[in-house]
């Protein structure tokens, strides 16, 4: 049984770790390792993932299947006028196709629905194997884009959107 629940402060050192063990795995088959610690550092600073909860509004949901967390989604209402932006959606690697990012992913769109939000933008790195679960969840790339994040590394990305109206 999968069950959702939406994060406190006091989950950050979970969100963390889950990112740890979900975030290395998703990225070193294409990305150096230092780029990877770069990012995840930079990304998972519990005073960045505080900052992204309590000041910039992100909503954390954490799924955890049968009382255990394995993955977890951040996502961001009225990131830009009527749409919403979903910042992370990671799920431990040996526990990815059992539906926990699919009822991530519809539960950021259904909450972003209610909101009045049209539709929902996410960025996703163009050899990311998650490119072909969006596009089956619906989302098509709105555009190709490359993100200086700082010390000569960059985020080649595709930013993907889906309608929600």
Same mark, same amino acid.
Do not use: W
């Given at each position: 049984?999968?069950?959702?629940?939406?994060a406190?402060?006091?989950?950050? =050192?979970l969100i963390?770790q889950?990112?740890?063990?979900?975030f290395?795995?998703?990225y070193?088959?294409f990305?150096?390792?230092?780029?990877?610690?770069?990012? *995840?550092?930079?990304?998972?600073?519990?005073?960045t993932?505080?900052?992204?909860? /309590?000041?910039?509004?992100?909503? *954390?949901?954490?799924?955890?299947e /049968?009382?255990m =967390?394995?993955g *977890?989604?951040?996502y961001?209402? %009225?990131?830009?006028?009527?749409?919403?932006?979903?910042?992370?959606?990671?799920?431990?690697? /040996?526990?990815?196709?059992?539906?926990? !990012?699919?009822?991530?992913?519809?539960?950021?769109?259904?909450n972003?629905?209610?909101?009045g939000?049209?539709?929902?933008?996410?960025n996703?790195?163009?050899?990311?194997?998650?490119? %072909? *679960?969006y596009k089956h969840m619906?989302?098509?790339?709105?555009?190709?884009?490359?993100?200086?994040?700082g010390? !000569?590394?960059f985020?080649?990305?595709?930013?993907?959107?889906?309608?929600?109206?």
């Amino acid at each position: 049984m999968i069950d959702l629940t939406t994060a406190t402060s006091k989950d950050i =050192p979970l969100i963390k770790q889950l990112g740890q063990q979900a975030f290395y795995p998703t990225y070193l088959p294409f990305t150096s390792e230092q780029q990877v610690d770069y990012m *995840f550092h930079k990304m998972y600073d519990e005073s960045t993932l505080m900052e992204q909860m /309590n000041v910039r509004g992100d909503v *954390f949901l954490i799924a955890s299947e /049968n009382g255990m =967390p394995k993955g *977890f989604a951040s996502y961001q209402i %009225d990131a830009s006028p009527l749409q919403t932006k979903l910042h992370k959606l990671y799920i431990l690697p /040996n526990t990815q196709t059992k539906g926990l !990012g699919k009822c991530l992913l519809q539960a950021a769109e259904n909450n972003a629905r209610i909101a009045g939000q049209e539709s929902l933008l996410i960025n996703v790195n163009r050899y990311n194997k998650a490119v %072909d *679960f969006y596009k089956h969840m619906g989302y098509s790339i709105y555009r190709v884009d490359d993100i200086d994040i700082g010390k !000569g590394y960059f985020m080649n990305d595709y930013e993907m959107i889906k309608s929600l109206t």
